[in-house]
């Protein structure tokens, strides 16, 4: 059974930048057919969508977020990574890795991580 | 990009039926899929694609697809099914981009 567990710093200052890693144990992240994700959630709000890596490293950004978003894999330590630079408050969130898939007209995650809160403050 | 709107609250007396609908452009061309969200826990995928409910997941739940409209049914809620509801699809841009819906925050009477 695949588990996906975030790790990194739970507080980043305002105008640096914000690195997670999501470590897969259960299954390898060079398996194809699966879009390996970062989703965050502003305290009290709702899910947003930030971007994904497929394992041979293609990446597809949410437009708003795009300017300042970096994900990479790391298929040796079965790991993903993301980097948000320029971070402000309104980057405080939960920020969960998932494991996506799309097949035809139909998506979805499955399994998320447990997910991590990332404070920005001075 | 496009938005996916979620009424923000239902309610259900226990043991009755609640539908969940998720209203958007790319519901049109795209299946949703479902989560459930706990407070505190991350969300838990309940149903994906035309109506597929993964390993685990009571078949109480149920889903359905009616032109932008995408509806999650709870046939029979049970006081465990009280949480927060999210849908989410492809963006209808027809780029590798996905969107969440506002969520609904169901409450079991």
């Known amino acids: 059974q695949v588990q996906l567990q975030e790790s990194g710093p739970g507080l980043v200052k305002p105008s640096q930048t914000l690195s997670l890693t999501c470590t897969v144990s259960?299954?390898?992240?060079?398996?194809?057919?699966?879009?390996w994700s970062w989703i965050r959630q502003h305290p009290g709000k709702g899910l947003e969508w930030i971007g994904y890596?497929?394992?041979?490293?293609?990446?597809y950004y949410n437009p708003s977020l795009k300017s300042r978003v970096t994900i990479s894999v790391d298929t040796s330590k079965n790991q993903f990574s993301l980097k948000l630079s320029s971070v402000t408050a309104a980057d405080t969130a939960v920020y969960y890795c998932?494991?996506?898939?799309?097949?035809?007209?139909?998506?979805?995650?499955?399994?998320w991580g447990q997910g991590t809160l990332v404070t920005v403050s001075s | 990009s496009s938005e996916l709107t979620q009424d923000p609250a239902v309610s259900v007396a226990l043991g009755q039926t609640v539908r969940i609908t998720c209203q958007g452009d790319?519901?049109?061309?795209?299946?949703a899929s479902w989560y459930q969200q706990k407070p505190g826990q991350a969300p838990v995928l309940v149903i994906y694609?035309?109506?597929n409910r993964p390993s685990g997941i009571p078949d109480r739940f149920s889903g359905s697809s009616s032109g932008n409209t995408a509806s999650l049914t709870i046939t029979g809620a049970q006081a465990e099914d009280e949480a927060d509801y999210y849908c989410?699809?492809?963006?209808?841009?027809?780029?590798?981009?996905?969107?969440f819906g506002t969520g609904t925050k169901v409450t079991v009477l």
């Open positions: 998932a494991r996506g898939r799309r097949d035809g007209y139909q998506n979805w995650f499955d399994p």
């Open positions: 259960g299954g390898s992240i060079s398996s194809g057919g699966y879009y």
């Open positions: 890596i497929y394992y041979s490293g293609s990446t």
């Open positions: 790319s519901l049109r061309s795209y299946y």
């Open positions: 694609g035309k109506n």
């Open positions: 989410n699809s492809r963006d209808s841009s027809g780029n590798h981009h996905y969107v």
